[in-house]
C-alpha cells in the first residue's frame, strides 16, 4: 500500500459491524452512513452496496467462529481509497450487562462546531486516551460534554436518560455521532407510544435521571449502574436487551 493521506493524517472513515451467526447486522445501515461520510469528507470509496456486501461475505467465510466483529476502513489515497478490513473479538460479556457500566465524565470537550465529530473518522486518538483514563480509575465508559456545557456521547457509543417514563437524549447537534443503534432505538420507542426528546441536556439532567444506557452496534444497550459513584436504577433498562429485530 503506498502512504497516503489516510496513513499520514488519519484522514479515513470506518464502521464496526458485528457478525451474529455469521450474519452481518444492519449491514446496509453501515454502508449507508460510511457513504455519506465519504461524501462528505471527500473520500472516494468507489463501492456500490452490492460489492460492499460481497467483500463483508468473503471476509465472514474466512473465519471459522459465527459471531465477532468486522472493522471496515477507507483510508483516502489522493482521488481513491484504500480499504482495510479486520476482524475482533467482542469483549462485552453477560456478567457486563448484568452488573451494569459505571461512567464517569471527561475533561476534554466535544467542539460541536467541528465536522469530523458528526462522522466515524479514523481520528479517533482522543476518544481512546480518555477512554483508556477512564478504564484506569475502575470506569467502563467516559461521557463528554460540548463546549456549550452539554451532554454529547460517550468514546464509543450513545448515551440515553429515562426520566418519568420519558426517554432522552442529546441532539445530533450537539456533537454527536449518529449511532445506528441510537436511530433503532429512538424509532422503536416512539412506535410503541413512548415520549421520546432529543435535546440538550447538562449534568444536571443526568444526575436526575432515573435510569441510563448506552449504545452502539456491537454492545446494543448497555444498562449504567453508576456515573461518578452515584447509582441508578436498571430494572427497566435490563429489559430492552432484545428488543432490537435483527
Given at each position: 500500500m503506498k502512504i497516503s493521506e489516510g496513513l499520514l493524517y488519519g484522514y479515513g472513515v470506518f464502521e464496526t459491524i458485528k457478525v451474529l451467526n455469521r450474519k452481518p447486522i444492519y449491514l446496509l445501515e453501515h454502508f449507508n452512513r460510511i457513504e455519506n461520510s465519504s461524501k462528505v469528507l471527500?473520500?472516494?470509496?468507489?463501492?456500490?452496496?452490492?460489492?460492499?456486501?460481497?467483500?463483508?461475505?468473503?471476509?465472514?467465510?474466512?473465519?471459522?467462529?459465527?459471531?465477532?466483529?468486522?472493522?471496515?476502513?477507507?483510508?483516502?489515497?489522493?482521488?481513491?481509497?484504500?480499504?482495510?478490513?479486520?476482524?475482533?473479538?467482542?469483549?462485552?460479556?453477560?456478567?457486563?450487562?448484568?452488573?451494569?457500566?459505571?461512567?464517569?465524565?471527561?475533561?476534554?470537550?466535544?467542539?460541536?462546531?467541528?465536522?469530523?465529530?458528526?462522522?466515524?473518522?479514523?481520528?479517533?486518538?482522543?476518544?481512546?486516551?480518555?477512554?483508556?483514563?477512564?478504564k484506569e480509575e475502575g470506569y467502563n465508559e467516559v461521557i463528554f460534554l460540548n463546549t456549550k456545557g452539554y451532554i454529547s456521547e460517550c468514546a464509543t457509543s450513545n448515551i440515553f436518560v429515562i426520566k418519568n417514563k420519558k426517554l432522552y437524549t442529546p441532539k445530533i447537534e450537539s456533537g454527536i455521532l449518529n449511532g445506528i443503534i441510537r436511530g433503532k432505538i429512538i424509532n422503536h420507542f416512539k412506535k410503541m407510544g413512548m415520549e421520546v426528546y432529543e435535546r440538550n441536556m447538562g449534568r444536571d439532567f443526568l444526575v436526575n435521571g432515573d435510569e441510563i444506557f448506552i449504545t452502539n452496534s456491537i454492545m446494543g444497550i448497555m444498562p449504567i449502574a453508576e456515573v461518578n459513584n452515584l447509582k441508578y436504577d436498571m430494572k427497566f433498562t435490563k429489559k430492552l436487551k432484545g428488543i432490537l429485530t435483527i
Open positions: 471527500g473520500i472516494n470509496i468507489d463501492l456500490d452496496f452490492e460489492n460492499f456486501k460481497n467483500k463483508i461475505m468473503n471476509e465472514i467465510n474466512k473465519f471459522e467462529k459465527d459471531t465477532f466483529a468486522l472493522r471496515i476502513s477507507f483510508l483516502k489515497n489522493k482521488e481513491n481509497s484504500d480499504i482495510i478490513i479486520n476482524k475482533r473479538e467482542i469483549v462485552y460479556t453477560r456478567k457486563m450487562y448484568e452488573d451494569g457500566f459505571k461512567l464517569t465524565f471527561s475533561k476534554i470537550l466535544k467542539n460541536e462546531t467541528s465536522k469530523v465529530v458528526y462522522h466515524k473518522t479514523l481520528n479517533y486518538l482522543e476518544n481512546l486516551i480518555e477512554l483508556k483514563n477512564a
